[in-house]
């Protein structure tokens, strides 16, 4: 579909041009449109993007929104756990180099800035055999195994936590914060209440379980919603999009009719929506991803932080104590997640307005609002070499 304007000497060479690489989630899909947005405005004469990297549904989604078009490639993952795809994966990586190869010859940008994650690999690598500038940016206070492999091929790094300095070569190495859209500061909490059916006066507890859902959380939050909503509390949950139905028909078969109750269940918001839950909340129950972190952070939210205990490098885990530590959030591991133990930590935030502006002033320490221009800026200099 874009071969023609993929062919070099078609090309108007005074036009930049960036392939973005990444995935799969939210955390790493939209920080590259957020450093996008930041190039169209330092080149506003023109700048071309194209996105290599995995096939998934944020991927697709999020950049056809952007007007950016997708190429992907195939793509190993290392897990920590037992299943057969580790036998096949090894061999999917060196295929996705060949394709990220022939990809970038036809559109031979200036630059790549990849995000990281296992899709990002094919692509560093077939730009570092092409001597395309790289540019790394690693969202976590522990970074990501790729992106700890691909800095040996990075011209520039980003990081967003000082902790992950150790991680990667001091000369090439900035701190920058984790980019943050920019409509998740013009949330609206009136326009919520009113989407929602909810009320302005009544506290709001908003439940994200990042951009893929958490059925942990889920499943917690099933056992402990006959008890908030007899304390007056209203529940905004984002379910994630495979354990909608799951937990819909588990509310049909209990008798529940959330849009009755003060219980409103979505499967994922949109960056708007998500704005004005967020404007609404007094308190958010959160997994510890970098990118949701940094939009609370944004935003002032009271959090309870539950990382994932399954994520690679155990990077949630150190995102939420890293806040912890500065007084920005409360941490509950998931062993303890009892319902007793939710609810007590839910209600002390919910009865505490002066703890909550507390919290939310101290975890705004990691919101870095000009993220996304360091980062493009670094990626301009690049180009205008």
Same mark, same amino acid.
């Given at each position: 579909?874009?071969?023609?304007?993929?062919?070099?000497?078609?090309?108007?060479?005074?036009?930049?041009?960036?392939?973005?690489?990444?995935?799969?989630?939210?955390?790493?899909?939209?920080?590259?449109?957020?450093?996008?947005?930041?190039?169209? &405005?330092? $080149? +506003?004469? *023109? %700048?071309?993007? =194209?996105?290599?990297?995995?096939?998934?549904?944020?991927?697709?989604?999020?950049? @056809?929104?952007?007007?950016?078009?997708?190429?992907?490639?195939?793509?190993?993952?290392?897990?920590?756990?037992?299943?057969?795809?580790?036998?096949?994966?090894?061999?999917?990586?060196?295929?996705?180099?060949?394709?990220?190869?022939?990809?970038?010859?036809?559109?031979?940008?200036?630059?790549?800035?990849?995000?990281?994650?296992?899709?990002?690999?094919?692509?560093?690598?077939?730009?570092?055999?092409?001597?395309?500038?790289?540019?790394?940016?690693?969202?976590?206070?522990?970074?990501?195994?790729?992106?700890?492999?691909?800095?040996?091929?990075?011209?520039?790094?980003?990081?967003?936590?000082?902790?992950?300095? &150790?991680? $990667? +070569?001091? *000369? %090439?190495?900035? =701190?920058?914060?984790?980019?943050?859209?920019?409509?998740?500061?013009?949330?609206? @909490?009136?326009?919520?209440?009113?989407?929602?059916?909810?009320?302005?006066?009544?506290?709001?507890?908003?439940?994200?379980?990042?951009?893929?859902?958490?059925?942990?959380?889920?499943?917690?939050?099933?056992?402990?919603?006959?008890?908030?909503?007899?304390?007056?509390?209203?529940?905004?949950?984002?379910?994630?999009?495979?354990?909608?139905?799951?937990?819909?028909?588990?509310?049909?078969?209990?008798?529940?009719?959330?849009?009755?109750?003060?219980?409103?269940?979505?499967?994922?918001?949109?960056?708007?929506?998500?704005?004005?839950?967020?404007?609404?909340?007094?308190?958010?129950?959160?997994?510890?991803?970098?990118?949701?972190?940094?939009?609370?952070?944004?935003?002032?939210?009271?959090?309870?932080?539950?990382?994932?205990?399954?994520?690679?490098?155990?990077?949630?885990?150190?995102?939420?104590?890293?806040?912890?530590?500065?007084?920005?959030?409360?941490?509950?591991?998931?062993?303890?997640?009892?319902?007793?133990?939710?609810?007590?930590?839910?209600?002390?935030?919910?009865?505490?307005?002066?703890?909550?502006?507390?919290?939310?002033?101290?975890?705004?320490?990691?919101?870095?609002?000009?993220?996304?221009?360091?980062?493009?800026?670094?990626?301009?200099?690049?180009?205008?070499?």
């Amino acid at each position: 579909m874009y071969l023609v304007s993929f062919i070099p000497y078609l090309h108007d060479m005074s036009i930049p041009r960036v392939v973005l690489s990444g995935g799969v989630s939210g955390g790493h899909t939209f920080p590259l449109i957020a450093v996008a947005r930041a190039l169209r &405005k330092r $080149f +506003p004469e *023109g %700048i071309e993007f =194209l996105f290599i990297g995995s096939k998934g549904y944020f991927e697709s989604q999020s950049m @056809a929104d952007e007007k950016i078009p997708t190429e992907f490639v195939l793509s190993g993952k290392m897990r920590r756990y037992f299943s057969w795809q580790n036998l096949i994966d090894p061999f999917k990586v060196p295929l996705g180099v060949l394709q990220a190869l022939w990809k970038l010859f036809l559109y031979m940008p200036d630059v790549v800035f990849s995000k990281g994650g296992s899709a990002s690999v094919p692509v560093v690598i077939a730009a570092w055999i092409y001597q395309i500038p790289v540019v790394i940016h690693d969202s976590d206070a522990v970074a990501g195994r790729a992106n700890r492999f691909l800095a040996r091929f990075a011209t520039r790094i980003a990081i967003a936590y000082p902790s992950a300095h &150790k991680y $990667f +070569p001091q *000369g %090439i190495t900035a =701190l920058t914060g984790n980019p943050v859209r920019e409509e998740i500061l013009l949330g609206d @909490a009136a326009r919520a209440a009113a989407t929602y059916g909810l009320s302005l006066e009544r506290p709001t507890l908003a439940i994200f379980g990042g951009s893929q859902g958490a059925t942990m959380l889920n499943e917690a939050i099933l056992h402990i919603l006959p008890e908030l909503l007899q304390n007056g509390i209203q529940i905004i949950h984002q379910t994630g999009r495979e354990n909608y139905g799951i937990l819909m028909k588990v509310l049909q078969d209990n008798g529940v009719d959330p849009e009755k109750n003060g219980y409103v269940v979505r499967d994922f918001f949109s960056v708007t929506e998500l704005a004005d839950v967020l404007a609404l909340a007094s308190v958010v129950l959160s997994r510890a991803g970098a990118g949701s972190i940094a939009e609370l952070a944004a935003t002032k939210k009271a959090v309870i932080l539950v990382p994932l205990a399954s994520a690679a490098n155990d990077e949630q885990r150190m995102n939420a104590y890293d806040i912890a530590a500065i007084g920005g959030a409360l941490v509950l591991e998931e062993p303890n997640l009892g319902e007793h133990i939710l609810v007590q930590k839910i209600m002390e935030l919910v009865n505490n307005p002066e703890t909550r502006v507390a919290m939310g002033e101290k975890i705004h320490a990691f919101y870095h609002p000009h993220a996304a221009d360091d980062i493009a800026e670094g990626i301009a200099t690049i180009i205008e070499r």
